[in-house]
């Protein structure tokens, strides 16, 4: 055990020695994996403010059924169970013809010709079930169920077409495809800097050759060869994941130093700052162990190579 211990205090040790060595290339690699691990946690960032902007346009929006006039209490209620029955129902609520009176008439009380145009009629506004979706993308779902025949017995019209089904489904649209770009992004520089620090391996086990060499000839095993380069590749993940959290951090301070200092009063509270504040911890973490991951696979697939090819040779 004594000597798994220190054998392990040598690769450590040994490692540590070759990123202070090897500080230009540590450089080039690090830049990279910054770039990389600060991508990963905007994305991550962008997709909780992104969800949060989702769960709250969706608590404003509804679909409206405009029901005909005349039908039994009954039958309204049947249909009601039957929506929320949908799976992508969350609540309804009915609003009688009386009610929807009021509240047109309370919305209205400044217009005066708005208020005339009802009073010589009887009341021309339908009863309306609102309908609260869980999902945005599945509003078809629901506009199918209403479109049905059977619904159409009950239901004069919905609120989900032409103008109003546009702007929602662009905003869906919108956010789908931001969000299919940041993973998109995090992949493509993922791979990009696992090429990089690959390289670097490389280029380090290039320039140590004959000592690599000699270690081999002199019984050194293949996990104490590689050790070292997967420490080195190791240090270089840690340190990128603390340098992006901090860029991170740094980007929401001169934000909110900029707001204040141009007194828009855009925001009261920054979600985005917030989550990252209140998941700070979490994120740190995370970043660490994605960044010890690109450097760990990297090295370890760059000194495999290297061992076999030695060994072939």
């Known amino acids: 055990m004594k000597r798994k211990l220190v054998t392990l205090s040598r690769i450590i040790n040994t490692g540590a020695v070759n990123f202070v060595r090897n500080a230009w290339l540590a450089i080039a690699a ?33 679909v409206s059924a405009f029901l005909k006039d005349g039908l039994p209490q009954e ?24 009610e929807a009176l009021k509240k047109y008439i309370a919305d209205n009380s400044d217009n005066p010709d708005l208020l005339s145009a009802v009073s010589q009629t009887d009341n ?99 996990s104490y060869i590689r050790g070292p380069f997967v420490v080195e590749s190791i240090i270089y993940g840690i340190l990128s994941a603390i340098i992006s959290t901090l860029l991170i951090h740094l980007l929401f301070v001169a934000s909110k130093s900029a707001l204040q200092a141009t007194s828009l009063g855009l925001l009261d509270i920054n979600y985005s700052a917030t989550y990252f504040k209140g998941h700070f911890w979490w994120l740190l973490l995370m970043q660490l162990g994605i960044g010890i991951l690109i450097g760990a696979v990297s090295s370890i697939v760059a000194t495999r190579r290297y061992l076999k090819f030695k060994t072939k040779k």
Not at 78 to 96: A, C, H, R
Not at 148 to 167: G, L, Q
């Open 124 to 222: 021309p506004l339908p009863a309306t079930i609102q309908i609260k979706p869980n999902d945005l993308n599945r509003l078809d779902e629901i506009r199918k169920f209403l479109d049905k025949s059977e619904s159409r017995e009950i239901v004069a019209d919905v609120s989900y077409k032409d103008d109003r089904k546009e702007a929602i489904d662009k905003i869906t649209h919108a956010t789908n495809l931001l969000q299919r770009a940041g993973i998109v992004a995090v992949l493509v520089f993922a791979v990009i800097s696992v090429l990089i620090i690959f390289n670097t391996i490389q280029m380090a086990i290039f320039n140590r050759r004959d000592e690599l060499t000699i270690m081999r000839l002199l019984g050194a095993s293949t």
């Open 30 to 62: 690090m830049a990279v994996m910054v770039i990389t691990l600060t991508i990963v946690l905007f994305s991550i960032i962008a997709n909780a403010t992104f969800t949060n902007t989702i769960e709250q346009i969706t608590a404003k929006i509804d």
């Open 75 to 98: 039958d309204i209620d049947n249909f009601i169970e039957e929506v929320e029955g949908l799976s992508n129902v969350k609540t309804t609520n009915y609003v009688s013809k009386e």
